[in-house]
C-alpha cells in the first residue's frame, strides 16, 4: 500500500478535502459519549484473547503469501470464511477479476461477515487480507521478486477481527457489526495512488445494499508489531473526528495511551480513503512512527511472525471491544 509520509503536495490534499466534503464525510461523524469513562462492568465483561488473536495471524502465515491467484490466497479465503461462519456470522463474498497497474488480471474476494445482522445500527470493521507480491523495500535486492509473508501488513488486522467476530457478544439486543475483510489492497506502485485499495474500491462501488452507512467505520492495518505507534491519520481525522475522539479516550483509560498517541499523524493513502469516497466516514488505526515511518518489515521478506507483538494484538482487540460494548 502507498504510504504517504508526508501530504505529498497541498493540491492532492486539496483534491481529498473536496472529495470529503462532497460526500459529507466531514459532516457525519459518530455519536459523542459526553462521559469518557468506561463502566467497571464493559471492562469486566472484555473477552478478547491475544493468544487468539495471535494465533489467526500465525495460521494465516502458514498458508503463505496471500497473493491473488496463488494457492495459498485461495485455501486462505477458504479458511476465513468458515472461520466467521463458525462464529455465527451471515457471511457473503464480492467476487470479480481486477486489473492491476501493471495489466496483470487478479481474482479477487472480499469476504463480508454480519454479526447480529438484525440489529438496525451496525459497525463496521475492516481489514485486507491479502499480502504484497514483492518485497520491494527489502534491503536485499536478491529478494525484491519474492512475495511477502505480510504477517503484519494484512494478517495482523485480520487477526484481531477474527477473534473480535469469536469474543464480542450474539443476540438480538447485542450491537450490530460488520467485518469486511478486503482483498487486493497491496497490488500497487509508489506514486500510482488509484494501483492500491483495489478491493476496498470495488467494495465501495458495490455496497451490500442501498443506502448501506454504518454508524462507525474503522480500518485496521498493520496492528501487530512490538513498538507500534497509532497516532490520528490525517484523512481519518478529516472525515470522523469524533470516531477519532471516542478511540483514543477509551484506548487512556484502558492504560494504552503510550501506544495510542493522541495527536496527528500523517496522512496514508489505504482502504479508509475509498471508504470515505463513498460517504462512509472510515478512521485508519495505524503503525506509523514519527521520523522511520512504517515498521521495519514493511514491504521485506521479513514481515513474519517475528513482527507480532500479542501485547500490540490485545491493546487493539481490548479498545475495539470496548467501544462496540460502549
Not at 297 to 312: L, R
Request: glycine share 8%; hydrophobic share 40%.
Amino acid at each position: 500500500m502507498s504510504r504517504q509520509r508526508i501530504i505529498r503536495t497541498i493540491a492532492s490534499a486539496a483534491i481529498i478535502i473536496t472529495l470529503l466534503l462532497s460526500c459529507g464525510a466531514g459532516k457525519r461523524t459518530a455519536d459523542n459519549d459526553e462521559n469518557d469513562s468506561i463502566s467497571t462492568d464493559i471492562t469486566a465483561s472484555i473477552s478478547f484473547s491475544a493468544d487468539s488473536a495471535y494465533s489467526y495471524v500465525a495460521r494465516q502465515v502458514e498458508f503463505g503469501p496471500r497473493v491473488p491467484g496463488s494457492e495459498a490466497h485461495k485455501k486462505c479465503g477458504d479458511w476465513l470464511t468458515e472461520k466467521l461462519k463458525s462464529y455465527g456470522a451471515e457471511v457473503t463474498e464480492q467476487t470479480a477479476t481486477l486489473t492491476t497497474f501493471d495489466g496483470t488480471k487478479i481474482p479477487m474476494r472480499n469476504i463480508f461477515a454480519r454479526i447480529n445482522p438484525n440489529a438496525e445500527k451496525r459497525i463496521l470493521l475492516l481489514a485486507h487480507w491479502d499480502s504484497r507480491p514483492w518485497a520491494d523495500n527489502d534491503p536485499d535486492p536478491d529478494k525484491h521478486s519474492t512475495p511477502v509473508d505480510g504477517a503484519n501488513d494484512g494478517a495482523s488486522g485480520t487477526g484481531v477481527l477474527l477473534e473480535l467476530a469469536r469474543s464480542i457478544e450474539k443476540g438480538d439486543t447485542a450491537p450490530g457489526v460488520d467485518i469486511l475483510l478486503c482483498d487486493a489492497e497491496d497490488w500497487g506502485e509508489e506514486q500510482n495512488d488509484e494501483s492500491w485499495a483495489m478491493g476496498a474500491r470495488y467494495f465501495a462501488n458495490n455496497l451490500p445494499q442501498n443506502g448501506y452507512m454504518p454508524s462507525a467505520a474503522l480500518l485496521l492495518d498493520m496492528v501487530g508489531a512490538p513498538d507500534a505507534t497509532f497516532m490520528r491519520e490525517y484523512f481519518s481525522q478529516l472525515a470522523n473526528p469524533a470516531l477519532a475522539d471516542q478511540i483514543w479516550s477509551i484506548a487512556k483509560n484502558l492504560g494504552h495511551e503510550q501506544m495510542f498517541v493522541n495527536r496527528m499523524g500523517s496522512a496514508v493513502n489505504d482502504d479508509h480513503v475509498e471508504l470515505i469516497k463513498a460517504g462512509i466516514p472510515t478512521i485508519d488505526i495505524i503503525d506509523y512512527r514519527e521520523g522511520s515511518g512504517f515498521f521495519s518489515g514493511w514491504h521485506t521478506a521479513s514481515d513474519n511472525m517475528d513482527c507480532i507483538s500479542k501485547e500490540t494484538l490485545k491493546a487493539v482487540g481490548e479498545i475495539l471491544e470496548t467501544y462496540i460494548k460502549q
